[in-house]
T-cell receptor, first 111, second 109 residues
Framework: DAMVIQNPRYQVTQFGKPVTLSCSQT?????MYWYQQKSSQAPKLLFH???????NEADTPDNFQSRRPNTSFCFLDIRSPGLGDAAMYLC??????????FGDGTRLSIL | RKEVEQDPGPFNVPEGATVAFNCTYS??????FFWYRQDCRKEPKLLMS???SGNEDGRFTAQLNRASQYISLLIRDSKLSDSATYLC??????????FGIGTKLQVIP
């Protein structure tokens, strides 16, 4: 089945230790998004790729980076995770302004 | 003013009741609108897109009012399984996608 797959489902890392979350899709969608969602809050858009074009939200910390080596894959790199970065990270894809399809998310914990 | 505003609730309704949620948006140039459902600790799942003419999917009806800049979701004959958070989502046409905080619905037996 076509889908959006995020790995891992749960990630535990140490304070300050770099971590990478991955997302892959078989939908061949041209847009990929990364969101951060904390408890009882709306998903917050961090950045998105429109094809190869990277679009960073103005309030996304520099600590967060992303890579999209090809259409199918997108990575979220957190260079020096702080306690405040503990959250659910959601990857989504869409074709243009069509509805987004979400992966299951990666729940990140910081020790 | 927030870009997308929703009443966070919770809305506690008995089984079989009809419940309606509204969502307002600030960008009059917004292009597309959606309702998503999110269960606790799960990812958002698309419930329905919202069209200017209004659209219905079973017990769910969505409407868009561009003049007043709000969208609505009506759930008829509520089921226990409808208990979830309902997220209003607005796309400005340039892949700037904004979520509302979500409205929590609890259907009570």
């Amino acid at each position: 089945d076509a889908m959006v797959i995020q790995n891992p489902r749960y990630q535990v890392t140490q304070f300050g230790k770099p971590v990478t979350l991955s997302c892959s899709q078989t939908l061949n969608h041209n847009v990929m998004y990364w969101y951060q969602q904390k408890s009882s809050q709306a998903p917050k858009l961090l950045f998105h790729y429109y094809d190869k074009d990277f679009n960073n939200e103005a309030d996304t910390p520099d600590n967060f980076q992303s890579r999209r080596p090809n259409t199918s894959f997108c990575f979220l790199d957190i260079r020096s995770p702080g306690l405040g970065d503990a959250a659910m990270y959601l990857c989504a894809t869409s074709r243009e302004v069509q509805p987004q399809h979400f992966g299951d998310g990666t729940r990140l914990s910081i020790l | 003013r927030k870009e997308v505003e929703q009443d966070p609730g919770p809305f506690n309704v008995p089984e079989g009741a009809t419940v309606a949620f509204n969502c307002t948006y600030s960008n009059s140039a917004s292009q597309s609108f959606f309702w998503y459902r999110q269960d606790c600790r799960k990812e958002p799942k698309l419930l329905m897109s919202v069209y200017s003419s209004g659209n219905e999917d079973g017990r769910f009806t969505a409407q868009l009012n561009r003049a007043s800049q709000y969208i609505s979701l009506l759930i008829r004959d509520s089921k226990l399984s409808d208990s979830a958070t309902y997220l209003c989502v607005v796309n400005d046409g340039y892949q700037k996608v904004t979520f509302g905080i979500g409205t929590k619905l609890q259907v009570i037996p």
